[in-house]
């Protein structure tokens, strides 16, 4: 009663979790997917990704009108403030693919429905609050691992998509490839009754420099917008002694967007991300994989990790799949996903590093 056999186990369900368990599952690979939250369950985020990354990724799963459905405005345009500037320059979205826009969507009912996607596949079990025990080898290679609830799981892989502080990645031992030391810090809140800079309904994610600070704002589903602001960590410590005040004077700090924002109606409490440092992990090895954050995290600046978590999980799934298919050996296809991670994400991650240090170098480059 206490062992289950599967194909892959992967612990962690948010979206890079998920949507290899669906990914997987439609290929008719029986997979377990365990979280040890209970969803809807939120989780810090910037919620902002394209239409031509995450978005596709969504396509691929028939599940971008059902996230559109949550209410989340198609963000058609940037408005982008230079440092003391009211009026914007507005450019095209970034990368807006095929969909033509890029959304942004809330974590906990993004996230919920991802995991609910993945339990419509039939090969697919789902189960919520279970955490990760050990992880279990013969010889080298990792075969399973114990869970929470007492279940002794065998698997052909286990993958770690259990983000930044990946128990699967302590476990296994994974190698950092690189290590960058923190550059950035985050607050953001909610603020419902937004408009975009014409005082018409959100068209468009917003940002507003400030010599090395970074205002933003993402109109997201259920009428919500979120708010950030992306501070060095010298002015994150200062901020931190009355977070409250220091956010509030830094949204006023802003001519483009202060004014608008004053109508707002802020909600919730205000959410903190303290500098955290960047790290790429190797993410494969005998019998085991990472995705997500396990495998790539980055400050949220640049709003790279929702992407990467939809689009790692494809590559990864193509790779699993060609492995139980039996039409590559399993170092092959690791190779190829994690070839192709780096070559399609190492230089965003640079870039997220790099300007990290100091966003004024955007203005020369």
């Known amino acids: 009663m206490n062992d289950i056999s599967v194909d892959v186990l992967v612990v962690g369900g948010r979206i890079a979790g998920a949507t290899l368990a669906s990914l997987l599952g439609s290929a008719g690979h029986r997979v377990l997917l365990v979280d040890r939250a209970s969803f809807p369950s939120s989780t810090l985020s910037t919620h902002f990704f394209r239409g031509g990354?995450?978005?596709?990724?969504l396509v691929s799963l028939g599940m971008l009108d059902e996230v559109l459905a949550l209410g989340s405005p198609p963000l058609r345009c940037d408005y982008n403030y230079a440092t003391g500037e009211a009026t914007p320059e507005v450019t095209p979205p970034q990368d807006p693919g095929d969909v033509g826009f890029a959304p942004s969507v809330r974590r906990g009912p993004l996230d919920h429905?991802?995991?609910?996607?993945?339990?419509r596949e039939p090969t697919v079990e789902v189960c919520e609050r279970t955490a990760l025990t050990s992880i279990r080898r013969e010889g080298e290679r990792v075969v399973g691992a114990t869970l929470g609830d007492g279940r002794t799981v065998t698997a052909r892989f286990t993958v770690g998509a259990d983000?930044?502080?990946?128990?699967?990645?302590?476990?296994?031992?994974?190698?950092?490839?690189?290590?960058?030391?923190?550059?950035?810090?985050?607050?953001?809140?909610?603020?419902?009754?937004?408009?975009?800079p014409a005082g018409d309904p959100p068209d468009g994610a917003e940002f507003s420099m400030r010599g090395d600070e970074l205002l933003y704002a993402f109109p997201s589903d259920g009428g919500r917008t979120c708010v950030a602001v992306s501070v060095s960590p010298a002015d994150f410590a200062t901020m931190h002694t009355n977070a409250q005040v220091g956010f509030a004077e830094r949204l006023e700090a802003h001519p483009g967007l202060s004014p608008r924002l004053r109508r707002c109606a802020f909600e919730g409490r205000l959410f903190g991300c303290g500098p955290k440092d960047h790290v790429v992990r190797v993410p494969t090895g005998s019998g085991w994989a990472l995705v997500g954050d396990a495998s790539m995290h980055q400050d949220p600046w640049t709003g790279n990790g929702m992407d990467?978590?939809?689009v790692h999980a494809s590559i990864l799934a193509s790779a699993i799949d060609d492995v139980l298919a039996g039409r590559a050996s399993e170092d092959e296809a690791f190779r190829r996903y994690h070839q192709t991670r780096d070559d399609r994400s190492l230089g965003d991650f640079r870039e997220t590093v790099e300007f990290g240090r100091d966003l004024r170098l955007l203005e020369t480059a």
């Open 308 to 310: 990467n978590a939809g």
């Open 53 to 57: 990354r995450l978005g596709a990724v």
């Open 113 to 119: 429905l991802l995991l609910q996607r993945a339990r």
């Open 163 to 196: 983000g930044r502080a990946s128990s699967v990645a302590a476990a296994v031992g994974a190698a950092e490839q690189i290590r960058e030391p923190a550059t950035r810090a985050m607050y953001y809140r909610y603020a419902s009754g937004f408009s975009n």
